[in-house]
């Protein structure tokens, strides 16, 4: 049981999001969520079960001008979506507040940075004519930051399997910009974990998960879970913590969709191709996984290819839950990137400073790489505002970095 509910609380940070209390809600509030009209019969979905079939017309909310124009042809809004994302947002906010009393406010999810790595992003010169959109327009080389990170909501020892995350800011990049949340004026983050769904795929069961297992207890949302037969949630969250030999040797996935230009749906992942390997320590330590990396890169440079995957099926494929894994050999992914990271020295306190400072979202990006979806729209959203609320709780500026 133990073990079920650490897969709980785990779950939350999956996409990067934790739980705390709503200001919808009062403190007796009880599991039937009063004041939450908009939802619907209390039942969970996902994957098949989703209420969004992407061909369907759906329960959708009307939206205003401006997000319209931000809202893409592949997406199906549910109706309440927002307000279930302006909850996550306070939760989380006063969940930060509580978990950090005093000193430096850390992230919601991913809070302990493993490294912060310069790299080179480099695009293919033969990338297929018609997704040479944005970034991938032309061949060339970007200088890159990469936030490599262990997903827990709390700072924990690397000994305890666990996710990874592996977000990239690209910069010195320049066109049309994603206009919401998105304060950088010239990078491209993209945002990957190392598994390919996230079990909690849609905003609704997201926020379910962060209501019930912070509002009430882990139990409880463990309880909804087995009672609507969502055993498979459970087991892709088993499936996917692992303790890994090194973060420069495992593959990732977006999990989420993106746009490619305005006639493509796609998902991203990194294929690990460096030629040195580590191993596992005989025995694990807290640190180990950084301590590989610093192996690794003391001598030797660290690569990836940056594979592109497109939408073949609306349905077999859907946009609105990131749930459901798009099959590689319906729609094979195809090399359009490569990422190299050249030996260095990345242990130092200046490091770990700039990695605090750094932000990453989704709506870091050019709007021809707009990130679409229910769990991106959350996100883009969520991110701005509580990376907000951090940099303001630690006195600190948001930056763009340069170089």
């Not at 827990?152 to 990049?173: C, T």
Request: hydrophobic share 35%; aromatic share 8%.
């Amino acid at each position: 049981m133990i073990k079920k509910l650490g897969m709980i609380l785990f779950a939350l940070a999956l996409a990067g999001l934790t739980g705390a209390k709503t200001a919808t809600t009062r403190e007796d509030d009880g599991p039937s969520r009063p004041g939450n009209e908009g939802y619907r019969g209390g039942a969970l979905k996902t994957g098949g079960d989703s209420a969004q079939n992407d061909g369907a017309e759906g329960n959708v909310t009307p939206v205003s001008a401006e997000e319209a124009g931000s809202i893409s042809t592949y997406e199906r809004v549910p109706a309440d979506e927002q307000r279930l994302i302006k909850d996550m947002v306070l939760l989380l906010q006063e969940k930060m507040s509580k978990d950090y009393p005093t000193g430096q406010i850390k992230r919601d999810a991913h809070p302990k940075t493993l490294a912060l790595l310069q790299a080179e992003f480099i695009v293919e010169p033969n990338i297929p004519p018609d997704l040479k959109n944005g970034l991938f327009a032309s061949p060339k080389a970007y200088p890159a930051w990469i936030r490599i990170s262990s997903s827990s909501g709390k700072i924990q020892s690397d000994k305890v399997k666990d996710v990874r995350g592996f977000a990239i800011k690209i910069m010195g990049v320049e066109g049309e910009r994603f206009e919401r949340q998105n304060e950088e004026k010239a990078t491209q983050d993209f945002i990957l974990m190392s598994y390919p769904v996230m079990p909690l795929g849609t905003v609704e069961l997201f926020h379910d998960a962060v209501y019930y297992s912070i509002k009430w207890s882990p139990v409880v949302f463990l309880s909804r879970l087995v009672l609507t037969g969502n055993f498979h949630i459970l087991n892709e969250l088993r499936k996917a913590r692992q303790n890994h030999t090194s973060p420069l040797d495992i593959r990732y996935w977006s999990t989420t969709p993106y746009l490619c230009g305005p006639d493509h749906s796609v998902k991203y992942s990194l294929v690990p191709t460096s030629l040195l390997k580590s191993s596992l320590p005989a025995q694990l330590t807290d640190n180990y996984l950084a301590e590989n990396m610093e192996k690794h890169l003391a001598a030797n440079e660290a690569s990836f290819d940056f594979m592109m995957q497109v939408q073949k099926d609306p349905v077999q494929m859907p946009v609105e839950d990131a749930g459901v894994e798009w099959s590689e050999k319906e729609a094979p992914f195809i090399k359009i990137a490569t990422l190299r990271i050249p030996s260095q020295m990345f242990r130092t306190l200046e490091r770990e400073e700039l990695a605090e400072d750094l932000s990453f979202s989704p709506a870091h990006s050019l709007a021809d790489h707009q990130a679409i979806g229910g769990i991106n729209r959350a996100r883009v959203e969520m991110y701005r505002h509580l990376s907000e609320f951090r940099h303001k709780q630690n006195n600190k500026q948001l930056i763009e970095p340069e170089k």
